[in-house]
């Protein structure tokens, strides 16, 4: 008999384990995943394109139920685990299924974060995570008219251009005035904020959520500083939280996170945990690209070629909104011992701003011309010395390598 993978949650990590491992020895476990959804794997970054109208909810499912039976692999749809017993190394579901496993893969993922202010839990108000939330946004589009999203980070700003581009009116909310305090500069922030609003988004700026106002249903949002804004639906977006009561309850060893060594294995050895869900040497990613660097350490270890490590991962992000170029990436603020590098193009709407230390790249913003973004991006990872492409480097790849 083979020995059994139980693998919990069917997100972007796991599948990406799941599907290398069954390239590197596709014969060797009896593989079960559960899945707290029903729709089979789906691209979780293409909910926003969803949501705008640039892509169908069929596009974005990577990974259907009948590719799991092709390849033997049972998936459980709509049944997440409930229990897991490390003793007699068992999960249990939601529906009563148990299973014994030999190794045990976590990856459920995150949870949106719900601001902790009264009328939270009023119908209308959600958050922004899955299909079914989408599924949500995309009803109100057809039959109602007040949005309001709360966060002006990534994720806000996708949701409110999504909405307003379906017709609805949508105020965005951001506790500070800066947009994507976490992922641009001010002067970033600035052009970003202008070209939302030339959008006709309306922006609610330096403004703290009091409370979310309405009887059975949400009917508007209350703020400690101005008046109240109308709202038939609410979304946060506010934040995330690692998904990690099911691994506490098991009595896997927790922080902030599911702690996972250099391997992905967690302190029990039989069960390893990828993506949103670990905390690695004291770090946790809410990005796909570090998740999938973590998948493909995880599966050589559960194929056996066990020679990788996972060393952590440099992130960048980018807005995916059509027509607004944003792209980030490493220490984009700077600080003692650091040099910036700007260009600034107002009449094109273009902003860059490169940050050096020590005859390295350490950080850059991008706005409005992002196609040297990976670029850059390869640059910090590298560690590349780039005394030699000073002169040029705030121009581009091209104009570095003619000069
Ligand atoms: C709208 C949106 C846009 C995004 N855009 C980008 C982007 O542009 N770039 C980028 O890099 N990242 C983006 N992200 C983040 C990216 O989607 C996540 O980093 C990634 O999906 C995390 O993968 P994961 O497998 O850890 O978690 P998930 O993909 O969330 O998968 C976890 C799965 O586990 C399931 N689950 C939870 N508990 C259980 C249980 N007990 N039993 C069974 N199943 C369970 C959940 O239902 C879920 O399906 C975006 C996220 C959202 C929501």
Request: proline share 4%; net charge positive.
């Amino acid at each position: 008999m083979k020995p059994k993978l139980v693998v919990v949650g069917n997100g972007m990590a796991s599948i990406r384990v799941v599907e290398l491992l069954l390239e590197q020895a596709p014969e060797l476990y009896d593989i079960s995943v559960f899945d707290g959804e029903i729709h089979g794997s789906y691209n979780r970054i293409l909910l926003s394109p969803v949501l705008a109208g640039e892509k169908a909810v069929a596009d974005i499912i990577d990974y259907p139920p009948a590719w799991y039976a092709e390849r033997g692999v049972t998936l459980y749809r709509g049944d997440p685990v409930v229990a897991i017993n490390r003793f007699r190394r068992l999960v249990k579901s939601q529906s009563g299924v148990e299973l014994k496993y030999d190794r045990l893969l976590i990856a459920t993922g995150s949870l949106p974060l719900m601001l902790p202010v009264p009328g939270v839990s009023l119908k209308g108000v959600i958050g922004f995570r899955n299909l079914e939330d989408v599924e949500t946004m995309l009803e109100a589009t057809r039959q109602l008219r007040y949005a309001v999203v709360i966060g002006g980070g990534l994720l806000g700003i996708e949701a409110a251009n999504g909405l307003s581009r379906r017709g609805m009116k949508v105020t965005l909310v951001h506790r500070s005035d800066a947009l994507l305090n976490q992922q641009i500069d001010p002067a970033a922030a600035a052009l970003l904020r202008a070209t939302l609003r030339e959008r006709k988004l309306e922006l609610r700026l330096n403004a703290q959520t009091r409370a979310i106002i309405g009887r059975d249903r949400v009917t508007g949002v209350s703020f400690d500083e101005g008046p109240d804004v109308s709202a038939d639906l609410v979304v946060m977006a506010v934040g995330i939280k690692p998904n990690i009561d099911l691994a506490k309850k098991a009595g896997i060893r927790c922080d902030r996170a599911i702690v996972v060594d250099d391997t992905l294995q967690t302190y029990d050895p039989r069960i390893y945990a990828v993506g949103e869900c670990v905390q690695h040497r004291g770090n946790t990613y809410g990005l796909v690209a570090p998740l999938w660097e973590q998948a493909r350490v995880c599966a050589t270890h559960l194929a056996q070629f066990g020679h990788s490590r996972y060393p952590g991962s440099v992130t960048s992000a980018k807005l995916k909104v059509s027509g607004i170029d944003l792209f980030s990436t490493g220490d984009f603020i700077g600080g003692a011992g650091t040099e910036d590098l700007v260009y600034r193009d107002p009449r094109r709407g273009v902003y860059k701003r490169l940050v050096l230390k020590d005859q390295q790249l350490v950080g850059a913003v991008l706005y409005g011309d992002v196609s040297d973004g990976a670029w850059y991006f390869d640059l910090i990872k590298s560690k590349t010395n780039i005394t030699s492409l000073r002169e040029h480097l705030v121009f581009g790849k091209s104009f570095c390598e003619a000069a």
